[in-house]
Nanobody, 114 residues
């Protein structure tokens, strides 16, 4: 079973950048579709970005042009580069993976102040 551990969250001012990392255990990471979800206070969890095993990416409209998801299969790691951050990006960000079954990380908090 794959386990996911996020890192890289923190506090930043609006307009700043952060890079989240998600390290995965297991030898079949390269087969997983990976992604990032987020959950803001009082809101439902929403999909932010996904990347397939072949490298195809997809983004929610609100982050297009600002966020970039990528993966390094040699390091069993998926990244979320977040630029031009806005206060509305404040949320707990969760790493997610799927190959048949789904797996989740524990979440990392991103706080963007105005």
């Amino acid at each position: 079973q794959v386990h996911l551990v996020e890192s890289g969250g923190g506090s930043v001012q609006a307009g700043g950048s952060l890079r989240l990392s998600c390290a995965a255990s297991g030898s079949i990471f390269r087969l997983y579709t990976m992604g990032w979800f987020r959950q803001a206070p009082g809101k439902q969890r929403e999909l932010v970005a996904t990347i397939t095993s072949g490298g195809s990416t997809n983004y929610v409209d609100s982050v297009k042009g600002r966020f970039t998801v990528s993966r390094d299969n040699a390091k069993n790691t998926v990244y979320l580069q977040m630029n031009s951050l806005k206060p509305e990006d404040t949320a707990v960000y969760y790493c997610w993976g799927r190959v048949g079954l789904e797996v989740w990380g524990q979440g990392t908090l991103v706080t963007v102040s105005s």
